[in-house]
C-alpha cells in the first residue's frame, strides 16, 4: 500500500438479490492530492475502481474516480458506493451533493437503496468494421456509438448471454466502452453486458453503461422508467430513469469491510475494522 493511503472501505455496488454487484473502494481524504498518489493507491487496491472523496467547504463531497490502470472520466458503482459510505458509515445525511469531472451530480435515498444523477449520452447510428464482427461473434439488430461509447443490440436475451468477444482484438474499435444490450422479460426491461475494451475486461456493473443504454431504450420502448439486469458473471440490478438530458440510476450497495477507524475530518472514532 502507498505510504500514508488510509485503509479503503471496500463496497459492492449495484448487488442483485443474490450479492453480485460491482466492486469499489472508497478512500477518504482530508485535502487534495496528486495524481501519481491517487493513481499507485488504485493501482495497490486493484478494486474495478477506487473512489476518492474529499469534502468541500460548501458542504458538498468531491469524487474522484481511478482504475488500477487510468483516471475514469465516469464511474456509476463507484459513485454508488460513496454514498454508501458517506450514508451508511459517517451518517451524513442525504441528498448528498457530488462534485464531479461529468459535473454536479446528487445522491438520494430511494425505496431500496440510492439514485443518483449522470448525464445521459445520446447515440448515432455507427458501422462497426468486419473484423469487429468475427472479434464479437455475432451479429447485431442495430449499432449506434456516442461519443465515448458503443452500442451493439442484439435480438435475444440468449445472445446477449452467449457473446464471447475477442476483447484484444476490439481494442482496435474507437470507443471505450461495448455493451451488448436487448430487451428484457419479465422483471428486467434491459438485459445488457458491458465489456471495456482498452483494458481487456468485462465489468461487472457498471452505471455509465446504462447512461447509454437507458435511454436508447427508453426511446424504443416509449417509456421513462426501466428495470435492467447486467448478466455479467457477478451480475447486476439497476433502475434507470430517463429525464431529459440526465439518467437517474438506482441500485442497491453492501459495505463488505470497513477500513477507516478514524474519522479523517474529525479526530473521533468511528467504527470497527472489517465485517
Do not use: K
Amino acid at each position: 500500500m502507498t505510504a500514508a493511503a488510509p485503509p479503503p472501505y471496500l463496497v459492492d455496488a449495484f448487488v442483485t438479490d443474490d450479492g453480485g454487484g460491482n466492486r469499489a473502494a472508497v478512500v477518504l481524504i482530508d485535502e487534495s492530492r496528486p495524481d501519481e498518489w491517487l493513481q499507485s493507491v488504485a493501482a495497490d487496491l486493484g478494486a474495478p475502481a477506487t473512489t476518492f472523496v474529499r469534502r468541500r467547504d460548501d458542504g458538498s463531497w468531491a469524487l474522484r474516480w481511478f482504475s488500477p490502470f487510468t483516471e475514469l472520466r465516469s464511474c456509476g458503482h463507484g459513485t454508488l458506493a460513496a454514498a454508501q459510505v458517506l450514508s451508511q458509515e459517517f451518517r451524513v445525511p442525504a441528498p448528498l451533493h457530488f462534485a464531479t469531472a461529468l459535473g454536479p451530480v446528487s445522491a438520494d435515498r430511494a425505496a431500496d437503496g440510492f439514485r443518483f444523477n449522470f448525464p445521459a449520452q445520446t447515440t448515432e447510428p455507427w458501422s462497426l468494421p468486419a473484423w469487429a464482427w468475427d472479434a464479437l461473434g455475432l451479429r447485431p439488430v442495430e449499432v449506434r456509438r456516442s461519443g465515448r461509447h458503443c452500442l451493439v443490440r442484439v435480438a435475444e436475451v440468449a445472445d446477449v448471454l452467449g457473446v464471447r468477444p475477442d476483447l484484444a482484438a476490439l481494442r482496435r474499435l474507437p470507443t471505450i466502452g461495448l455493451a451488448v444490450t436487448t430487451q428484457g422479460s419479465g422483471r428486467f426491461d434491459i438485459v445488457t453486458r458491458w465489456f471495456v475494451a482498452r483494458e481487456g475486461v468485462e465489468d461487472q456493473a457498471t452505471g455509465t453503461a446504462h447512461t447509454l443504454v437507458g435511454p436508447f431504450w427508453a426511446e424504443r420502448l416509449a417509456r421513462p422508467d426501466l428495470t435492467a439486469w447486467q448478466a455479467s458473471e457477478r451480475g447486476g440490478h439497476l433502475t434507470v430513469t430517463v429525464a431529459g438530458d440526465q439518467v437517474l440510476l438506482g441500485g442497491r450497495a453492501v459495505t463488505i469491510v470497513r477500513g477507516e477507524p478514524v474519522d479523517p475530518w474529525n479526530s473521533g472514532t468511528v467504527r470497527g475494522v472489517q465485517d
